[in-house]
């Protein structure tokens, strides 16, 4: 028996599903079972982000989900199952510990921290909004107290706020390394302010304008963590967080009910 008990956050750039996807395929392969342990979601009272178009399935994006899937590892390993997404459409055996008391309306507060860089609920909370910073120039706080809840860079102006990444455990060469950077500090944001907006582009947009770099200001990587090709040419003709978001509705909507005869937990 191979039993999975880990603590994802419910991101589909969060790498743990994708240990848990391959170790299913391990699994079905050699007709071991599987017994996943399952624990909350702490973003798992929403649905938001374009589904990953597989062309750019990668290392930070393994299955066509939104970026925010609003599922526990549990229900997403049988999602897995029930859309044949193993390769060669394999099944593992797979049996869910579920979790007692918890619905997608649990705000559940992780009581130790899932990784490094993810030291707090507002950290968690910001990461599908801060995380595409990871294929700009821009720091997101790596390297500081604050990661992904701050964002800036040496070139930046007209910003107040201002840090230097340096190098921390967990964070041993960040971007902007002993630099002075200036941006912005969005840990002092709300909790309801940042489910509100759920995936928000804002402020990828306005690091953009600011720094005015054009396409330099993208790396490959980008759509790697966005999962499709729309939205660094929406950014770049100008339009808005909220035109951007509008693209993927349908997405969002469509894997509500995708995902509906998987979930375990009452919605």
């Known amino acids: 028996v191979l039993l999975v008990d880990i603590q994802d956050v419910g991101l589909r750039f969060y790498t743990y599903y994708i240990s848990m996807v391959k170790l299913m395929d391990a699994c079905a392969e050699y007709n071991r079972k599987m017994i996943i342990l399952d624990r909350p ?28 899937h609003g599922m526990t590892l549990g229900e997403l390993a049988l ?21 007692k008391n918890y619905t997608h309306h649990s705000l559940y507060q992780l009581p130790v921290a899932p990784s490094p860089n993810l030291p707090n609920m507002k950290a968690i909370y910001l990461y599908p909004s801060t995380c595409y910073f990871e294929a700009t120039p821009v720091s997101l706080g790596r390297g500081t ?6 964002y800036g860079h040496p070139n930046m102006r007209g ?50 304008t600011n720094l005015n770099m054009g396409e ?44 509906k005869p998987y979930l375990l937990y009452a919605e």
């Open 159 to 208: 910003y107040d706020y201002s840090f230097t990444p340096k190098s921390v455990p967990g964070a041993k060469n960040p971007p902007q390394l002993d630099k002075l950077c200036y941006g912005k500090d969005l840990s002092g944001l709300s909790d309801k302010e940042i489910w509100e907006k759920g995936v928000d582009l804002s402020y990828v947009i306005d690091a953009y």
């Open 79 to 99: 999602m897995v199952n029930g859309e044949k997404w193993l390769p060669a459409s394999k099944e593992c055996d797979v049996t869910v510990i579920k979790c």
């Open 216 to 259: 330099h200001f993208f790396r490959p990587f980008f759509e790697l963590l966005i999962g499709t090709d729309y939205v660094r040419k929406m950014i770049i003709q100008g339009k808005s967080a909220d035109e951007i978001k509008a693209m993927w509705k349908d997405d969002v909507e469509k894997f509500k009910v995708q995902r």
């Open 41 to 68: 979601n702490p973003n798992g009272h929403y649905v938001d982000g374009p589904i990953l178009d597989m062309k750019y399935k990668s290392g930070v994006g393994w299955l066509p989900i939104p970026v925010v």
């Open 145 to 150: 107290s604050l990661p992904f809840q701050i």
